[in-house]
């Protein structure tokens, strides 16, 4: 089945880096665009990445923008998300999301989450 | 503050019907498709309408989604207590080149 899991979370201090991964399986990965969405502990949902099936297009929220770096491998059916000069408002759960064939705006399948905590 | 203005909740009995609102604008609701997403307690949120009035594969019917505008509604008739959970409006947002949500709104079935 259609299935997305991150790994790569963990505590870090203020000023630190850390890298997500997702792992995706059950679709032709290639073929979609991917996203990364994060929540805040106690809060909503928030956007802070997109990226096209062939890496040609890249997208931040202004938030994560210089500091965060989206990629993908497709031959390793992978999602990456490089996250360095980590701060206090970063902490939150992350999740890898597939987005809709037809439209990138739309999380159609989402990961399970993997929790980043930025502290000293 | 949301891109996206939704009730911070709702609240209705079993067996009755509720709608969650979420508002926007020209450079987002307006001009693209809405989303809804469902998150149950401590789970990863699903998709639940997409395209304004869309539902994937294994979401009942008792789920429908409208949009008029710069506004969306989701609808939920015939309540059950499983569908306690927060619920999200998304869309994107052409000034913003982003992709927004709401706020959320929490459901409490009474």
């Known amino acids: 089945q259609v299935q997305l899991v991150e790994s790569g979370g963990g505590l870090v201090k203020p000023g630190g880096s850390l890298r997500l991964s997702c792992a995706a399986s059950g679709f032709t990965f290639s073929d979609y665009y991917m996203s990364w969405i994060r929540q805040a502990p106690g809060k909503g949902l928030e956007w802070v990445s997109y990226?096209?099936?062939?890496?040609?297009?890249?997208n931040h929220a202004d938030s994560v923008k210089g500091r965060f770096t989206i990629s993908r491998d497709n031959a390793k059916n992978s999602l990456y998300l490089q996250m360095n000069s980590l701060r206090a408002e970063d902490t939150a759960v992350y999740y890898c999301?597939?987005?809709?064939?037809?439209?990138?705006?739309?999380?159609?399948?989402w990961g399970q989450g993997t929790t980043v905590t930025v502290s000293s | 503050q949301s891109v996206l203005t939704q009730p911070p909740s709702v609240s209705a009995a079993p067996g009755q019907n509720v709608t969650i609102s979420c508002s926007g604008s020209?450079?987002?609701?307006?001009?693209?498709?809405v989303s809804w997403y469902q998150q149950l307690p401590e789970t990863a949120p699903k998709l639940l309408i997409y395209e304004n009035n869309k539902r994937p594969s294994g979401i009942p019917d008792r789920f429908s989604g409208s949009k008029s505008g710069t506004s969306a509604t989701l609808g939920i008739t015939g309540l059950q207590t499983g569908d306690e959970a927060d619920y999200y409006c998304?869309?994107?947002?052409?000034?913003?080149?982003?992709?927004?949500f709401g706020g959320g709104t929490k459901l409490t079935v009474l």
């Open positions: 990226i096209s099936s062939s890496s040609n297009y890249i």
């Open positions: 020209s450079s987002n609701i307006g001009n693209n498709y």
């Open positions: 998304g869309t994107w947002d052409n000034s913003l080149s982003a992709v927004v």
């Open positions: 999301a597939r987005a809709n064939y037809y439209y990138y705006y739309i999380m159609d399948v």
